[in-house]
């Protein structure tokens, strides 16, 4: 992309902070939402079925509009893009609590879906270009910023739901004031823009060939992700007998472990290169879904999720990066990934549900391990290489990256 052309290390370290900031709104926006699921519950009146069926609908809204963020990211730029794409995802925050009844709810949660994933698309695409610029890696700790930036938004939601707030006012003023620190934290990100002679991407694209094998990786990864997320307390609870404390507290420590992994992960990144790296956490998976299976007590279920969290926390930043670099339009590239591990986000609590009660939440999770497996398998497919124009993957002494930015 062409446009802002300064590269000087204080830039640099002020666009990274930037984008740091817009991941971190991201997902503050997202466990704001998730901490106040109850309170919508109960003032729209749905049972479970209703309720499950009202919460694929983000999933199906960010699958249907991420192909499209190529183009809007072509024809505004990238740093208006964000501003537009990201303010569109705040303050669709607002629009869950103030549906009456179910349909409404459906159709607000859709476009709550839609603007998240095109933001997410605009977001990792400007991270995957300010990594190629600073030389080195930065998306995992971005990914750990929205995961800290979750965690913010949870931990006032629970707030707000423990002094028996109103969610819709609660909403209302957490959409504007995230609209008004994304606002401000995209104006710093890096203003960039496809070169004037480019033609622009079509309306509705495809995922390119090229992002098919990468987003399969993530796929196994994001499937390992909610499969522990939504079911590890479950299966504490009903495999292993464990009160509900410590049941819910495998599940906090789930989260946990898979944000400090990213904040971390960038050094390890750097040290040893994507391909071993995604190798390694794929060890490192297969052997906690191992331990989960053959558990016996508690402490080594809750050892084994820690161990998938530590496995899989990296892979989805590794893969939108090399998505980024895989062919010349990073925000198609990006957004065919996205479309198949949000995919997988999306049929991973039911796939589990569903084999579990044909057999067991013992064969569940040893699905999920032979997914890990599949991580090690796959690894390959994230090796650097030279992007169109020239620009290609943070360097490190272990794998050859191409052309350095």
């Known amino acids: ?131 190629n610029r600073i030389g080195r890696s930065i998306m995992s700790s971005l990914h750990g910023m929205w995961s800290a930036g979750a965690l913010l938004g949870a931990a006032a939601g629970t707030a707000a739901a423990h002094l028996g707030a109103d969610a819709r006012w609660h909403h209302l003023l957490a959409a504007l004031a995230l609209t008004a620190a994304g606002l401000a934290a995209a104006n710093g990100v890096l203003d960039l823009r496809s070169p004037a002679d480019e033609p622009a991407p079509p309306h509705f694209a495809l995922p390119p060939r090229s992002a098919l094998l990468i987003g399969a990786v993530g796929f196994c990864a994001v499937f390992a992700e909610g499969a522990s997320l939504d079911w590890s307390a479950v299966y504490l609870r009903d495999v292993l007998d464990a009160d509900a404390a410590l049941a819910a507290g495998c599940t906090t420590a789930f989260a946990l472990t898979m944000a400090l992994a990213r904040f971390a992960g960038d050094r390890v990144v750097d040290r040893f290169g994507p391909v071993r790296t995604v190798r390694a956490g794929g060890v490192l998976a297969t052997a906690g879904g191992l331990l989960v299976v053959t558990a016996r007590h ?40 996205a479309t198949i591990t949000y995919t997988s986000g999306l049929i991973a609590p039911s796939a589990i549900g569903a084999v579990a009660d044909a057999t067991s939440l013992v064969v569940s999770f040893a699905l999920v391990t032979a997914l890990a497996v599949v991580l090690t398998a796959g690894a390959s497919v994230l090796r650097p290489r030279a992007a169109a124009g020239g620009k290609g993957a943070p360097a490190n002494r272990n794998e050859p990256t191409g052309i350095r930015p």
């Open 1 to 131: 992309m062409t446009g802002e052309t300064a590269s000087a290390p204080a830039r640099l370290r002020s666009a990274r902070l930037a984008i740091a900031a817009v991941f971190c709104v991201h997902g503050a926006v997202t466990g704001s939402l998730a901490t106040r699921i109850p309170w919508i519950q109960e003032h729209v009146g749905l049972g479970p079925g209703a309720l499950g069926l009202a919460l694929a609908f983000p999933a199906l809204g960010a699958a249907l509009a991420m192909p499209l963020a190529g183009r809007v990211n072509h024809r505004l730029g990238a740093r208006p893009a964000l501003r537009v794409l990201l303010a569109a995802w705040t303050l669709s925050l607002a629009l869950p609590a103030l549906s009456p009844n179910l349909p409404s709810l459906c159709a607000a949660l859709l476009v709550y879906g839609a603007a998240s994933g095109m933001s997410d698309v605009a977001m990792n695409a400007l991270g995957v270009e300010t990594e």
């Open 298 to 337: 508690p402490a080594a279920a809750i050892g084994g999720f820690a161990l998938i969290g530590l496995g899989v926390a990296v892979v989805v930043p590794l893969a939108f990066a090399a998505a980024a670099r895989s062919g010349p339009e990073p925000a198609q590239a990006i957004a065919g990934v």
